[in-house]
């Protein structure tokens, strides 16, 4: 098991950016595959990104080239760059962390209003 909390979700207007944040407690960090999810009102979760233990990243179509996710082993930390946000994107946004297990966090909001 893995305790994964989230933070730097917030309100942002439409077009901006926001860094979200999920801190491992494991020392084993490296070997797990990180994703992050997300889940908007009345929708189902979906997959947002992902990076392997290796460093091999996927990202959802309807994000490529404004998210970028990255992982900081030292710091057991992963992290989703998110800009050009859009309206539609506001959702609680969810780290998940698979190796032998599959873990996730609590979640933090994010959303993006005028």
């Known amino acids: 098991q893995v305790r994964l909390v989230e933070s730097g979700g917030g309100l942002v207007q439409p077009g901006g950016s926001l860094r979200l944040s999920c801190a491992a407690s494991?020392?084993?960090?490296?070997?797990?595959?990180m994703s992050w999810y997300r889940q908007a009102p009345g929708k189902q979760r979906e997959l947002v990104a992902v990076?392997?233990?290796?460093?091999?990243?996927n990202y959802a179509d309807s994000v490529k080239g404004r998210f970028t996710i990255s992982r900081d082993n030292a710091e057991n930390t992963v992290y989703l760059q998110m800009n050009s946000l859009k309206p539609k994107e506001k959702a609680v946004y969810f780290c998940?962390?698979?190796?032998?297990?599959?873990?996730w966090g609590q979640g933090t909001q994010v959303t993006v209003s005028s």
């Open positions: 990076i392997s233990s290796g460093g091999r990243t």
């Open positions: 998940n962390a698979r190796y032998s297990s599959e873990n």
């Open positions: 494991r020392s084993a960090f490296s070997f797990y595959t």
